[in-house]
């Protein structure tokens, strides 16, 4: 009887709420019922004691991404490689490859990131940045190495370098004179932006220096390289 006493005091709420149905509404609630609930109740109260939850670092949606972006990254690697490899074939073309390779070691990139950064930059591996326009060629030291050293006299370091490639890795296969040049003079001149705010401008939008066309407003499809977007 004690029993029964106490499962109407615990059940009391429900009835007046009808969240348990009519079913717990029945004054004929069983000894049984009410020994299960007082079980049940006490089962996740022990439960949930025992799960330490400040210190659960499990979150599936981010393993998930991980997970995922790695396997993304995986599968650009061999592709871009499947394509480097099917077009640098003679040992002339793998000695050009492997020097501008080296003269991106100052960068601590490893090998896939050198293959990526020269892959986009000269048209072996294909980049949105430059449409249909670029041909694919093999690069030459002199032309890779000639545009990092004057990327380094903007007053750019190793380390700004290194985040400029990542972020626009197409830069290499830019023309020296007529856009890298012919553009820090443009911003010279008609922005008065030189010196520091030239470095920041670099880290923050290194595409101005390839650009190359100026629509004016007037779209002609080549909005990577428009004067529009500055």
């Not at 004054?27 to 996740?44: G, N, R, Y």
């Not at 979150?59 to 640098?88: G, M």
């Not at 990327?151 to 370098?161: C, G, M, Q, Y």
Request: one cysteine or more; proline letters at 4%.
């Amino acid at each position: 009887m004690e029993s029964l006493k106490f499962a109407s005091l615990v059940l009391s709420p429900y009835r007046r709420s009808g969240m348990l149905g009519n079913r717990l509404n029945s004054p004929l609630l069983t000894i049984d019922s009410a020994a299960h609930f007082c079980s049940c109740k006490a089962d996740l109260a022990a439960a949930s004691s025992s799960i330490p939850l400040p210190n659960i670092r499990f979150s599936p949606s981010v393993t998930t991404a991980t997970w995922t972006s790695n396997l993304c990254t995986k599968h650009w690697i061999l592709r871009s490689t499947v394509q480097i490899e099917n077009i640098i074939t003679s040992n002339e073309d793998q000695s050009m490859w492997e020097a501008c390779k080296q003269a991106l070691s100052a960068f601590n990139f490893s090998d896939e990131e050198k293959d990526k950064i020269l892959g986009k930059a000269f048209g072996l591996v294909h980049s949105p940045y430059w449409g249909e326009e670029r041909k694919t060629e093999v690069p030459k030291f002199e032309t890779v190495n000639g545009i990092l050293d004057y990327l380094s006299s903007l007053n750019l370091s190793d380390d700004d370098l290194s985040k400029l490639l990542k972020k626009f890795p197409e830069i290499l296969g830019c023309n020296l004179e007529e856009e890298l040049k012919g553009n820090v003079k443009i911003l010279e001149e008609k922005w008065g932006i030189d010196g520091n705010s030239l470095r920041k401008l670099l880290l923050r939008n290194p595409k101005v220096l390839g650009y190359n066309v100026d629509c004016k407003g007037d779209c002609i499809a080549q909005c990577t390289r428009c004067w529009a977007r500055f």
